[in-house]
């Protein structure tokens, strides 16, 4: 099992061993004390890390997080991670992303669309040691490969696809097949380090850690 | 630009920038490729090292997100959203609420009557002792119904401003919906005519493309007269015909008040 990266511990939590970040609460999650339980069940990361994937990450690393929406999931990072740049495009769960950010100065909300990164290279910096990507939308695979220009070179990319988000129609295995396919061809694209399914934690998804090529 | 394309910029040239600037710089900026911000910055002198370099980044992407989800939100087309969607809210509660006004009025009166019609006469009358608690609920479904006739007029009011060719050929309610199951005016505008036809018919959609349903003929523009004025065997191609009609929905929708660059969000 990969080791937990500083700042996330396994605590007894509610009467469970849960994984937990420090940080103010967010989303009217179980706490003890400062620290905040981090439900894999909510959380595609949340269940990357539960299921022992090997993430890379120690703690202290500068991230891009694409697809934040209301900044579950951000939260926990920007509570473990150093500079940590939270894109949505949604309004909506932009308003609850801007209260997680209000008491994590690390954490910085952009309302952008991660199809799009040269309407946010001006502000992301580039050698990010890794980026998170859980958007909903087709062409999963290309919004990573797109957003590539932002990873430092021994970066890592955590990757979540929603099959239903490729195609509602098609078996998620084929998706997936496609996706790791569209990811790994190019010569500018990315080396699988470990794809899992998620199916334990949240149905159809692929949980894919990649390098830059 | 200057030197640096970075958000920084208007700090690089004068340290007293004004916040407002700096939201600009964020909100309209744009980069083909990322830097090393926070080294630039320091460099080009914008701030006076790592830290400040964050502390001022966190405050000027507050600010902008903050902005551009406040301009977003506000946008006629998410006003017209929720003004439609509060409507279908408080109709069917309204719906809902009197049905168990007649159920529980029929406990007290055996010539209680249902529906909204009703709960409406129930509640212009002077309650008998035991029947203040029920004739006070009747009151809650004229009030409720009176809201929903009031968003009524708004989206009426609102739609012809907002999408007014859209407005003339669905009529504002039936446009109004369009809008919101597409998720927004733009959205709307950029579906294929096919995706409008069938709006609102998700689930049937859906079967039909798992291959265990015929093909759903119309969505929410079942509404429309030119729709379900047609006997059903030819609505299919009433709602094909609607949906290609010219100007068709697709090129009506894109008026004036979507294709104005200053009212888009970025």
Request: aromatic letters at 4%.
């Amino acid at each position: 099992m990969s080791k937990l990266p500083d700042g996330i511990q396994r605590r007894q939590i509610d009467g469970q061993q849960r994984l937990a970040t420090r940080g103010e609460s967010v989303y009217g999650e179980p706490t003890d004390g400062e620290w905040r339980a981090w439900d894999p069940h909510r959380s595609k990361l949340g269940a990357m890390i539960e299921l022992g994937m090997d993430h890379g990450l120690e703690g202290g690393e500068t991230v891009l997080y694409l697809g934040a929406a209301s900044g579950t999931t951000v939260s926990h990072v920007a509570d473990v991670a150093g500079p940590t740049y939270a894109v949505e495009f949604a309004p909506r769960p932009a308003r609850e992303l801007l209260s997680a950010a209000e008491s994590r100065p690390n954490l910085f909300p952009l309302l952008k669309d991660a199809r799009k990164p040269n309407t946010y290279a001006h502000v992301v910096e580039s050698g990010v040691d890794a980026i998170v990507q859980d958007v909903a939308t087709r062409g999963q695979a290309r919004v990573a490969l797109e957003n590539r220009r932002f990873l430092a070179d021994d970066g890592r990319l955590l990757l979540a696809i929603k099959a239903r988000s490729e195609d509602v129609t098609r078996d998620p295995a084929a998706v997936f097949a496609d996706a790791r396919d569209e990811l790994t061809e190019d010569e500018m694209g990315y080396e699988l380090v470990e794809s899992q399914r998620l199916d334990d934690y949240h149905t159809d998804h692929l949980a894919v850690v990649a390098r830059p090529k | 630009m200057t030197e640096s394309s970075g958000w920084f910029a208007p700090l690089a040239a004068d340290s007293d920038a004004d916040d407002d600037v700096l939201v600009a710089a964020i909100r309209d900026g744009s980069a083909d490729e990322p830097d090393s911000w926070p080294d630039r910055a320091v460099g080009e002198g914008a701030v006076e090292d790592e830290d400040a370099y964050y502390d001022r980044l966190h405050r000027a992407t507050m600010a902008a997100t903050r902005a551009a989800v406040t301009e977003r939100e506000r946008a006629d087309d998410s006003q017209l959203i929720h003004a439609i969607r509060a409507m279908d809210d408080c109709q069917r509660t309204a719906n809902e609420l009197a049905e168990r006004v007649a159920e529980w009025a029929g406990t007290l009166d055996p010539e209680a009557g249902s529906g909204i019609e009703y709960a409406r006469d129930l509640a212009a009358t002077e309650p008998e002792p035991g029947e203040t608690a029920v004739v006070s609920l009747a009151e809650q479904v004229v009030d409720l119904e009176a809201e929903a006739d009031g968003l009524r007029a708004y989206v009426e009011q609102t739609m012809p401003t907002v999408a007014p060719n859209l407005a003339a050929l669905a009529g504002p309610v039936l446009g109004a919906r369009l809008i919101s199951l597409a998720g927004g005016l733009e959205s709307l505008a950029k579906k294929p005519s096919g995706t409008v036809q069938v709006l609102g018919a998700e689930d049937a959609l859906f079967a039909h493309l798992r291959g265990h349903a015929p093909s759903p003929k119309h969505g929410i523009i079942y509404m429309h007269d030119g729709v379900r004025g047609t006997p059903p065997e030819n609505r299919g191609s009433a709602a094909r015909a609607w949906r290609g009609s010219s100007p068709s929905p697709r090129a009506s929708i894109t008026t004036p008040a979507s294709t104005d660059p200053t009212s888009r969000p970025n």
